[in-house]
T-cell receptor, first 113, second 113 residues
């Protein structure tokens, strides 16, 4: 597609449930990133994938968060046993190579009741 | 830990006026990015600054980078209403295989008619 695609655009779930967020990067982009945007914390880095290298998971806030990238393309961010503080907009971005601007998707707005 | 600070946090200005947004960061880096975010929308890349003294201009916006001072500026010339948005700077710490951005708090710009 022309841009980074994320689904769903909105997700409302009950506390304690697991959620999966999907990101389809721009075709040919080797780097894929996840960020979280919330009122209290601003924009925070979560994880990135670059080619075949091991992902950098240093931004994941707890072991309830995990992500995978299959076939070097689509990525899924999974949050287990969701908590209310997980409520945020989760943004995915991709870039062609290192030092190139990251192109962001429209995000998934996650609300935990 | 890298800290990125922007000021002001909120800026209300009249059309036709000039102003500068400042972005300070705490750790040596020569990779700085500026993004724009409209309400309810995702992030749009504006500028990529990759060296000391780099200056980029697009329309009424001009960004510069002083790596020695750890400072970037985003200058707005003769503001127009369409520039109303939130502007973020983001800094990348080199050393990884991809760009792990630390974002500033954002500057919400409101241009009044």
């Amino acid at each position: 597609g022309a841009g980074v695609s994320q689904s769903p655009s909105n997700k409302v779930t009950e506390k304690g449930k697991d959620v999966e967020l999907r990101c389809d990067p721009i075709s040919g982009h080797t780097a894929l990133y996840w960020y979280r945007q919330s009122l209290g914390q601003g924009l925070e880095f979560l994880i990135y994938f670059q080619g075949n290298s091991a992902p950098d998971k240093s931004g994941l806030p707890s072991d309830r968060f995990s992500a995978e990238r299959t076939g070097g393309s689509v990525s899924t961010l999974t949050i287990q046993r969701t908590q209310q503080e997980d409520s945020a907009v989760y943004l995915c971005a991709s870039s062609l190579v290192y030092n190139q601007p990251q192109h962001f998707g429209d995000g998934t707005r996650l609300s935990i009741l | 830990e890298l800290k990125v600070e922007q000021n002001p946090l909120f800026l209300s200005m009249q059309e036709g006026k000039n102003y500068t947004i400042y972005c300070n960061y705490s750790t040596t880096s020569d990779r700085l990015y500026w993004y724009r975010q409209d309400p309810g929308k995702s992030l749009e890349s504006l500028f990529v600054l990759l060296s000391n003294g780099a200056v980029k201009q697009e329309g009424r916006l001009m960004a510069s980078l002083d790596t020695k001072a750890r400072l970037s500026t985003l200058h707005i010339t003769a503001a127009v209403h369409d520039l109303s948005a939130t502007y973020f700077c983001a800094v990348d710490i080199p050393g990884g295989t991809a760009s792990k951005l630390t974002f500033g708090t954002g500057t919400r710009l409101q241009v009044t008619l």
